[in-house]
């Protein structure tokens, strides 16, 4: 009986250092990559679009006639 129960607290100390483990590698490398990852995506598309389309603003402003008040 206590081969046993050595044996479950054994198993148990391999799981949560598998889950300890898991953890830092998601929380640590693999998170921040995808997060730093997203932004840029995003960053990108935005710089793609205007690049395509030009920047954000009022396009259609005639210019005011010469000896206007503006």
Same mark, same amino acid.
Request: no cysteine; glycine share 12%; hydrophobic share 45%.
């Given at each position: +009986?206590? =081969? %046993?129960? %050595?044996?479950?607290? %054994?198993?148990?100390?391999?799981?949560?250092?598998?889950?300890?483990? %898991?953890?830092? !590698?998601? =929380?640590?490398?693999?998170?921040?990559? !995808?997060?730093?990852?997203?932004?840029?995506?995003?960053?990108?598309?935005?710089? +793609?679009?205007?690049?395509?389309?030009?920047?954000?603003?009022?396009?259609?402003?005639?210019? =005011?006639?010469?000896?206007?008040?503006?």
């Amino acid at each position: +009986m206590e =081969a %046993t129960r %050595t044996n479950d607290v %054994t198993s148990f100390r391999a799981k949560r250092r598998k889950e300890l483990l %898991t953890f830092a !590698v998601l =929380a640590f490398g693999i998170w921040p990559i !995808v997060a730093v990852g997203a932004v840029g995506g995003y960053g990108f598309a935005v710089w +793609m679009y205007q690049i395509v389309y030009g920047p954000p603003g009022p396009h259609d402003i005639n210019p =005011a006639p010469p000896g206007s008040a503006e």
